[in-house]
């Protein structure tokens, strides 16, 4: 209450309503070290609807983390370990970035799954070192989006026994009852899912909530659902069970009357010492961790190589035949000749795949168009230690539950679908960018050329929405070998996500000058013209008509050089002596690439042309397409002359 009301803005509500929740869980059942908060065995804690943040800072700070009452202070301020909703990396303790309703049971879901497939992969007889679980709180609008309903089902289906979910259930939204809109019958729903669910618990006896944890830790074999019964802003006496508590500050007058009602006489932001005794966490968690560390060791003993592989993969460390693998992967993308960028993406990931038993991923149900398996693939509903998930129709859930399998550690995850259901999964890839996450997105069927499909199946703006959120990568490789750099690029970076754009249709091989410095620039030069007078940039399957192009033109005597961009985002990273190396500043410009133009109009200047779409395609076949919508060597040629021209 006093978080909230000193920041005049915030949700008192909902931490209020699951106070009794939180505090039995945090302080008597969930396993978690205050001085050592990233030790890998702990138990996991997401609270989905991150609203209600100031409930996971008040624990934090209770039990003991590294976040000081003077950071409780500075709730929502510039700069504080405190921010309006919880995120990843900015205070010790929070496990995800929640907010975007639905996300966060998702993320759960992600871990779960993360940690039944590496104790599947390392555990052994006499040896438990990964044996926790995931807590998830969650509130009614987690369950209207949809995304739950992805999620639910999926963890359902592979059997999350060490999943458990508490439902905030205290019938109050922004707008009000929420029985005028959300009247589903939850229970029945997670049942149907192949949930465990215990209804109509008490929210605010503390024995009937420790009865339900102790019921959903003894179900190993499927998730729970935990249905706690809670009044939104428990305590405060005139407005609690109003949703007025849900988004605002309580007021003086109604704080003093709670504080009155609880007999609590202390000043804001005071807590007694006897209080933090009680709620001192840091000698549980410092013999639970501890006890671990034990485990640990004698498995190190028993099982060197294995250790020594785990610690590796939790650090996120490549293997040092990674090089070899890469190495490998780019010399049978130069031996494939033409090929579709989604068959070299199979190619690339089937080399590297022998090099990372980390990597964890799958698509929704278009593995065999995506081209997301490979020999070693082994679905995890098959075997447990598997690396293949079948992740059904469920772009969003798919992208948010790799999220989760990021955020666990341990996994390199990696999702497909086609790039025009990347709307679908975009607030997930947004998350993965804000986090900073090593997710690889692979998303196939990239432009008009999908054909007979129609305007439905052929993105447009996709490509350029995608290269609008920030700390997001966007790898569209022209050919088989910048397929392998992409991939190579998209797994050695730790520090965001990659989005690989791949075609349907086979592309043929390009000069492979300038592939050692791809990676690091984003660009680089297919045709060198000494005396050139234009530059055309290109990526993906349009890079062939720019050298067909470039042909064309040479033989009317007009010299072009050409550029392959592949990643705008490094190329925009390098200094502008670099750039200007690659695409000379005092050269007109020609862009050419099959989606919208609008982000490319920088590059071209006033003086140069972006050659796009900015509306819809057709129903036809790709020849017929490309030649309706401009995307041939003479309208190339034809553009280069009409800029040169003036």
Not at 66 to 79: A, G, N, V, Y
Not at 267 to 281: K, M, R, S
């Amino acid at each position: 209450m006093d978080a909230v009301e000193q920041a005049k803005s915030g949700h008192p509500g909902a931490p209020m309503g699951m106070a009794e929740i939180a505090a039995v869980l945090w302080r008597d059942v969930m396993r978690h070290d205050p001085s050592d908060p990233r030790w890998p065995d702990r138990d996991r804690f997401v609270l989905s609807n991150g609203h209600a943040s100031m409930l996971l800072y008040g624990l934090l700070h209770l039990t003991g983390y590294d976040l000081p009452i003077d950071e409780i202070k500075r709730f929502r301020q510039l700069h504080s370990k405190t921010p309006g909703h919880p995120e990843y990396g900015m205070t010790p303790g929070v496990e995800t970035t929640t907010g975007p309703l639905g996300q966060g049971l998702t993320n759960a879901v992600g871990m779960a799954l993360a940690e039944k497939t590496l104790a599947a992969q390392f555990n052994r007889p006499g040896h438990t070192i990964v044996d926790h679980r995931t807590f998830v709180f969650l509130g009614d609008g987690c369950l209207m989006e949809g995304i739950s309903h992805e999620a639910a089902s999926l963890a359902g289906r592979l059997g999350l026994g060490k999943l458990i979910a508490v439902w905030d259930d205290n019938g109050i939204s922004i707008d009000g009852k929420v029985t005028e809109w959300f009247s589903d019958d939850t229970p029945a729903r997670f049942r149907a899912y192949g949930w465990h669910v215990i209804e109509a618990v008490d929210g605010h006896d503390p024995n009937a909530i420790a009865r339900a944890y102790a019921q959903a830790i003894a179900e190993t074999a499927r998730p729970t659902l935990i249905c706690a019964r809670t009044v939104i802003g428990h305590g405060a006496p005139t407005k609690q069970g109003h949703q007025d508590t849900h988004g605002a500050p309580l007021g003086p007058e109604e704080i003093a009357r709670a504080r009155a009602a609880m007999g609590w006489t202390h000043p804001p932001f005071h807590v007694p010492a006897e209080v933090y005794a009680e709620w001192d966490g840091h000698a549980r968690g410092a013999a639970l961790s501890a006890e671990w560390r034990a485990r640990f060791s004698a498995y190190a003993a028993a099982h060197p190589d294995l250790a020594a592989e785990f610690e590796r993969r939790l650090a996120g460390d490549l293997p040092a035949s990674f090089a070899e693998a890469a190495a490998a992967a780019l010399a049978a993308e130069t031996a494939a000749g033409a090929v579709a960028t989604r068959k070299a993406g199979q190619i690339a990931l089937t080399e590297l795949a022998k090099a990372l038993p980390e990597l964890l991923g799958g698509s929704a149900d278009l593995a065999h168009s995506n081209l997301t398996f490979h020999p070693k693939s082994v679905p995890v509903t098959r075997d447990p230690a598997g690396n293949q998930i079948l992740f059904g129709v469920r772009e969003f859930g798919m992208s948010a539950i790799a999220n989760g399998i990021a955020l666990h550690g341990g996994f390199i995850p990696y999702v497909a679908t086609f790039l025009v259901f990347s709307d679908y999964a975009r607030n997930a890839v947004r998350m993965s960018a804000l986090m900073g996450l090593r997710v690889v997105y692979v998303f196939t069927h990239d432009s008009i050329s999908v054909g007979e499909d129609g305007p439905t199946h052929q993105p447009i703006e996709h490509v350029e929405s995608l290269r609008l959120i920030p700390n997001l990568d966007v790898w569209r490789p022209a050919d088989a070998a910048e397929t392998a750099v992409a991939w190579r690029a998209a797994l050695e970076r730790r520090d965001g996500p990659t989005a690989l754009i791949l075609t349907r249709q086979a592309l043929p091989p390009q000069t492979p000058a300038h592939l050692d410095t791809l990676a690091a620039t984003g660009a680089r030069v297919l045709v060198e013209a000494p005396h050139a007078a234009a530059t055309v940039v290109a990526t993906g399957s349009e890079v062939r008509l720019a050298v067909d192009a470039a042909a064309l033109l040479g033989e009317a005597g007009i010299a072009v050089r050409v550029v392959s961009m592949p990643c705008v985002e490094r190329f925009e990273a390098l200094s502008d002596a670099a750039r200007a190396a690659l695409v000379p500043a005092d050269m007109p410009v020609v862009v050419v690439e099959a989606g919208a133009t609008r982000g490319w109009r920088g590059l071209a200047g006033r003086k140069g042309a972006v050659i796009g779409l900015d509306r819809f395609g057709e129903s036809a076949p790709e020849r017929d397409l490309l030649t309706r919508f401009g995307f041939t060597k003479e309208a190339v040629a034809g553009t280069v002359r009409t800029v040169l021209a003036g």
